[in-house]
Structures are given as structure tokens and as C-alpha cells.
């Protein structure tokens, strides 16, 4: 299962960097799968944050544009989210995921709260 972490309570204005480890029965053949990042708020659907392919090229909501980035290192099997600029309508659960073909695999999430 994908791991999670790094959640936790911010200011706005503040940052806040997630990571993602991948599972040992994918290990061999991560760079193989497009990572993702998305989040849940109460009462919502889970929306996209963004995507990194395997080739490195990212993709995000509008949402978040130019406050986030996303990264992965490929020797240590894991992918990171960076927030900055958060805003409360940040919060909320942040999963990610690895997709390849129609296949896609997620992990429990870390909650990111951004206080006022």
C-alpha cells in the first residue's frame, strides 16, 4: 500500500511537503507508473491535485498552480507534494497514487489542516 505522510496543521501562508513511498510490490517497476496527488475535503468528492509522469512532467489544478509542485525520486521509490502559499481551502485528506494502464493503486492519506 502507498504511504503516506507529512500532514499536519499549518497557518495560512504557510508550507507543508507530503511524501509518498511506494510499496515493495511495485519497487522494482516504479518508474514505470505515473504518481499522482489528490485530496478529499469533508462533504466533496475527491478532487486532482496534480500528476508526475514517468518522464517528469507535471500537471495540476488550477487550484493550485503555482503554489504546489511535485517530485519524485525514482531511486527512493517515493514522491513528494510541495504546498506552499496554503489556504484553509487546502484542507482536507491528501492520497496518492500510482496509476499504470487502467491499473490504478492508492494508500490511506495524510490529513493537511490550514487554519486562518
Known amino acids: 500500500q502507498l504511504q503516506a505522510s507529512g500532514g499536519g496543521v499549518v497557518q495560512s501562508g504557510g508550507s507543508l511537503r507530503l511524501s509518498c513511498v511506494a510499496p515493495?510490490?511495485?519497487?522494482?517497476?516504479?518508474?514505470?507508473?505515473?504518481m499522482g496527488w489528490y485530496r478529499q475535503a469533508p462533504g466533496t468528492q475527491r478532487e486532482l491535485v496534480g500528476t508526475?509522469?514517468?518522464?517528469?512532467?507535471?500537471n495540476f489544478a488550477d487550484s493550485v498552480k503555482g503554489r504546489f509542485s511535485i517530485s519524485r525520486n525514482n531511486s527512493r521509490k517515493t514522491v513528494l507534494l510541495q504546498m506552499n502559499s496554503l489556504k484553509p481551502g487546502d484542507t482536507a485528506i491528501y492520497y496518492c497514487?500510482?496509476?499504470?494502464?487502467?491499473?490504478?493503486?492508492w494508500g490511506q492519506g495524510t490529513l493537511v489542516t490550514v487554519s486562518s
Open positions: 497514487s500510482a496509476k499504470r494502464g487502467l491499473d490504478t493503486s
Open positions: 515493495r510490490t511495485i519497487f522494482s517497476e516504479f518508474t514505470t507508473y505515473e
Open positions: 508526475i509522469t514517468t518522464s517528469g512532467s507535471t
